[in-house]
Structure formats: C-alpha cells, structure tokens
C-alpha cells in the first residue's frame, strides 16, 4: 500500500503560480511512477502530468505544456506540481497517483491515489 496525501491548493489569481505537493508514505516511493490529475466539475478526470520512477522523464498534457513542472524527490518521498501562469480554466481537483506501465504514462495504471486538493482560479 501506499498512502498519498495532496497539499498546497487554493485560490488564486489568473496569471498566478501554485505549488502543488504530494507527499507519500507505505511501500517504497521511488519504484512508482508518479502522476497528477485533475477533475473539474461535470467533466471526467484528465491528465495533467506524470514522471517516471527515477526522474529522469515527465510527461504533460498540451493544456498545460510550458506551465506546468513536476518533479520528485526520491529521498523525500514527495512529488510536486509547480503551476505558474494559471487560467480559470485549470479550476479542479488536483490528485497525486502512484502506478506503473508501459507507454505513455497517461495510459499507465495508477493502483493509489490521494484525496485531492482544489484548485480555483478566478479570472
């Protein structure tokens, strides 16, 4: 099992920056590859970011290409999102997910998943 639990939602501002955190406990961290989603209300969850196990690769949506940095600290068992220039549109919950495949990690399967942490941005 591994627990995960989001932290730094909030409100903010269009054209403002948000850090997003991730912080993990259970079976080891650093064997996972890390993704954060996000659902806004009436739409189904997407994908917004991933990175593979050893850091080495991220991978984006385009709606967030050029906005949006996530990385990982191994030792620390964290992953964050760092989201700068944000638009309405990126209004959601923001989940953290542990998992793994083949591909593409927007199509991996991500076995844990944190509660979320919203995200509002006011225009």
């Known amino acids: 099992q591994v627990q995960l639990v989001e932290s730094g939602g909030g409100l903010v501002q269009a054209g403002g920056s948000l850090r997003l955190s991730c912080a993990a406990s259970?079976?080891?961290?650093?064997?996972?590859?890390m993704g954060w989603f996000r659902q806004a209300p009436g739409k189904e969850r997407e994908f917004v970011a991933a990175?593979?196990?050893?850091?080495?690769?991220?991978y984006y949506a385009d709606s967030v290409e050029g906005r949006c940095t996530i990385a990982r600290a191994n030792a620390r068992n964290t992953v964050n999102l760092e989201m700068n220039n944000l638009e309405p549109e990126d209004t959601a919950v923001y989940y953290c997910?542990?998992?793994?495949?083949?591909?593409?990690?927007?199509?991996?399967?991500?076995?844990?998943w944190g509660q979320g942490t919203q995200v509002t941005v006011s225009s």
């Open positions: 990175i593979t196990w050893s850091g080495d690769s991220t």
């Open positions: 259970g079976r080891p961290f650093s064997t996972y590859a």
């Open positions: 997910a542990a998992g793994g495949g083949l591909g593409h990690p927007r199509g991996f399967t991500y076995d844990y």
